[in-house]
């Protein structure tokens, strides 16, 4: 075969591929759907920037892009040689602040000493004030001498209560230090797949700097965006199946996790029903976490497909939506979980609501 033979061939086989992919969406619309909303989207995944607390230079980076880690993975190591100096002086300062107090509790220890002695000398000079044996100046000296006395305790009663605030507000900075120094070794966060590698090792990175993106693989969704008359009669946690355009006999059981409050324009990418409709909502169908636990390693992001809503609990799906008992019932209880605070709008809300002006309707 030469080669302007084979890049027919190959074109014929894309070709098929696709027609095959666009058939089975006819052939499930053509079924009955009635009580089932449908729309277009892709496979996405939450993106989680790992980043650093602190301006520092990178040492290692043991990772790669397209690298599954597990949660706790070491993914950059940071040389933070500045912060463990300032560690030792912080703690330095810490010992000084408790000699400090020591000090003062000793100075508390003598001013009242002081007093007593004062508060005896006073008694002793007012009984002989009283017999007429001393005058009445040495009875208000020895008066003033006590006062004195009494003022300077609780001069010293604050300076310790001063020096142990300082020991407080110096062993907050030695936690704060060592906190930071926990991101010597910045680790995953989540398990995932390693999706962009920001830095190399030598770089500098300031304070709030990413050196990965990492995919949460365990939190993959489709968002799609239906009607207004749909979006009424649908509700949190409802059943949901995916298609994939490339693996068009594969239903995958999933579940709505999301409804937004908000209306808007139609993106662009998104195909209607009715050519564009002006007013949509994005709904997010997630893929239950069990399942996508199986397969961590085979989920890939980007995948375009078609997502199938079910608006009537009582509706049976259609042959070529069902799935396992067993698959249903992972969704079932993911679907659960769902939070009963968030809604979808009610018909009486329709009338206040306005498209959002962060999609530009498309002319």
């Known amino acids: 075969m030469n080669l302007i033979s084979r890049k027919y ?10 027609l095959a992919a666009g058939g089975y969406f006819l052939f499930v619309r053509k079924d009955s759907l009635e009580g089932i909303a449908y729309g277009n989207g892709r496979i996405e995944a939450q993106s989680i920037d790992v980043a650093t607390r602190y301006a520092a230079r990178v040492s290692t980076m043991p990772v790669e892009e397209g690298q599954m880690v597990a949660a706790g993975d070491v993914v950059a190591e940071l040389d933070l040689g500045d912060l463990s100096a300032s560690l030792n002086g912080a703690e330095a300062n810490v010992r000084a602040r408790e000699q400090q107090r020591a000090a003062a509790e000793s100075a508390v220890k003598q001013a009242q000493s002081a007093l007593s002695l004062a508060e005896k000398e006073f008694a002793r000079v007012d009984a002989l004030a009283k017999d007429k044996a001393v005058s009445q ?16 305790v609780d001069s010293a009663k604050q300076n310790l209560a001063g020096a142990s605030e300082a020991i407080g507000v110096a062993q907050a900075e030695v936690d704060r230090l060592k906190d930071l120094l926990t991101d010597r070794n910045l680790r995953a966060p989540k398990e995932g797949r390693i999706l962009y590698k920001l830095a190399e090792p030598g770089e500098v990175i300031p304070a709030g700097g990413k050196v ?35 693996l068009p006999g594969a239903v995958i059981p999933a579940y709505v996790s999301y409804i937004s409050p908000e209306a808007q324009f139609t993106p662009r990418q998104v195909e ?28 890939k992001t980007g995948v375009p497909g078609m997502a199938y809503v079910k608006l009537d609990d009582g509706r049976e799906w ?31 809300d329709l009338e206040t609501l306005q498209p959002s002006s962060s999609e530009p309707e498309s002319r």
Do not use: C, H
Not at 137 to 152: G, H, M, T, V
Not at 225 to 235: D, G, K, Q, V
Not at 318 to 346: D, F, G
């Open 9 to 18: 061939a190959l074109l014929s086989i894309a070709v098929a591929g696709v």
């Open 212 to 246: 990965v993106t990492l995919l949460d693989l365990k939190n993959v969704y489709m968002s799609i965006f239906l009607p207004a008359n749909e979006i009424t009669r649908m509700r949190l946690g409802a059943e949901a199946r995916i298609v994939l355009d490339a």
């Open 318 to 348: 259609p042959a070529q939506l069902m799935v396992s008992p067993e698959l249903a019932k992972i969704a079932a209880e993911q679907a659960a979980e769902q939070p009963a605070s968030e809604a979808a709008p009610q018909t009486n």
């Open 137 to 152: 100046s040495r009875r208000d000296q020895a008066l003033n001498e006590r006062q004195s006395a009494a003022a300077n």
């Open 272 to 299: 209607t029903r009715s050519e564009r409709e002006k007013l949509t909502f994005r709904v997010k169908v997630r893929i239950p976490a069990p399942l996508l636990g199986k397969y961590i390693d085979a989920v």
